[in-house]
Each structure stands twice: as C-alpha cells, then as structure tokens.
C-alpha cells in the first residue's frame, strides 16, 4: 500500500517536468552509471532508467524508494536508503544528480560540506556532480508569486487527497514553503493539516565555493526555465 508520505510526494513534486530534459542531456554527456540523489518517488530515475541508464536512486525515505522499486516495471532501479550526507556505496558514478532544491535539504553549509566530501569520493574521474538549486526570491511564479499555485489532488482507494502552496515565509536563511493538505473521507469529512517545507537559501556562487573547498573543480551551469507554477532553476556542474 502506498505511504502517505509518497501520497503528498508525487502531488507536490511528481507533476514537475520542466528539469527532465536537462537530466536526459546530462545523462547523455556523461558515461556510467548514475546516482540519484534524494530521489522521491522516482519522478527522475524511472525516466532515466526508461532510457537504459544504469541508475541508482538514494533518498532518506525509504517508503519513497519502496514505490520506485514498484514502478520500476522492468527497468533496473538499484534502491538506497541512506542520508545523502554520509553515503558510501563503495563504487563510482559517472554523474551524480541533486534535483530539484533537494541540496537546499541538507541542513545549511555544515550539511553541503559533508555532501560533497561524499559525493567527491564516488564521482567517476570523467564525471560529473549536479546540483539544481532555485531561486527562492523569483516572485514570478510558484508559492511566492502573485498567481498562486492550483491544488493538486488525486484519490487514494475512497479517500481524496489535495495539496496547495498558500504562502512562503522567512525564518534566517531559510524559506518556507507552506501548503494546505487537505484528506477527503468517504463520509465527506475533510481533515485539514498544514505541512512546511524548510528550504535553505543559497546561491550558484556559494554552493560553487563549497564544492571547490571540497576538491571539486567547477563547469559551466546550467539552467532549468521557470513554469507557470514552478520557480526556475541553475544547475551547477562540478568535476571531480
Ligand atoms: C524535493 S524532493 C525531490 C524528489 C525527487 N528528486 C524529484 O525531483 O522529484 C527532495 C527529496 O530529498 C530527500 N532528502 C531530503 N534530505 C535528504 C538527505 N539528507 N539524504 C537523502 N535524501 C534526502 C527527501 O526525502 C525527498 O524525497
């Protein structure tokens, strides 16, 4: 049975399709297998493995990677259930992939240091590191912007699920993103929960600058354009 936790998931990350190109293209640049770090649900590893990438999908939560591995459907999805801060899987990748703000997750410069320590020990000589990070002052679209997000709903067997980003708050160097779920019961009932997302503020230059004090050597970005309802993004490329 589907987690909870994978419910809100693929509602509020699985409909994003504006970064898969830049994925498919790196995956395409760059040989050998591919790490997928913080993988969700498997919105980026099922595509990847679709295409015949050798591709293993990381992530801290492992009810997650449990609907990866059953949407696999054939493909080879290697599952990893550990915190991308501390990972050592004793091999090397030819890329390694952070999509979608998941670096801003880790807990502040303290948290990408040692990210990067890891990631530096099992990126392939030839290969290459990349980070997707958004710019979370890019009022034009999304849960800052004057056009507020749409509800994204499914049901679930006989119970509705519904999620919206209503705001977007400051507290230090971090911003909120706050959402309104709201679960449908059979008998009409609606429970209501609040649900924030802390996400780390950080920039291009910064994470840059982190990765090189890391041993990492830095290559040209690249940039993922913003949706009507999804912020854009930069995605910084290291080299090992
Ligand atoms: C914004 S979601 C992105 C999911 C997926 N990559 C996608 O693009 O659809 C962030 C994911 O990172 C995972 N995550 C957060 N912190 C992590 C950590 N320290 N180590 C591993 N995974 C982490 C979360 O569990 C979540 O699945």
Known sequence: MISEAAIWHDLECGSYQADLEC????????????????????????????????????????????EIAARAAGSEIETVCADAREFDLNRQFGLIIVPMLTVQLFGGRAGRGRFFAAAAKQIAPAGCIALAIADLHDDGAGANGADAPRAERC??????YSTRAIAAKQRGNQIGIERRR???????????????DWVDEVTAEQLEAEAAAAGLAIAPRRQIPATDEYIGSAVVCLHG
């Open 23 to 66: 994925w498919r293209t790196l995956a395409a640049d760059y040989v050998g297998p591919v790490l997928d770090v913080g993988a969700g649900t498997g919105r980026v590893s099922l595509m990847l493995a679709a295409l015949g990438h050798d591709v293993t999908a990381l992530d801290l939560d492992d009810s997650l990677l449990t």
């Open 182 to 196: 709201e679960i449908k019961a059979p008998d009409g009932s609606v429970e209501v929960r609040s649900a924030t």
């Open 155 to 160: 049901t679930i067997g006989v119970v509705g």
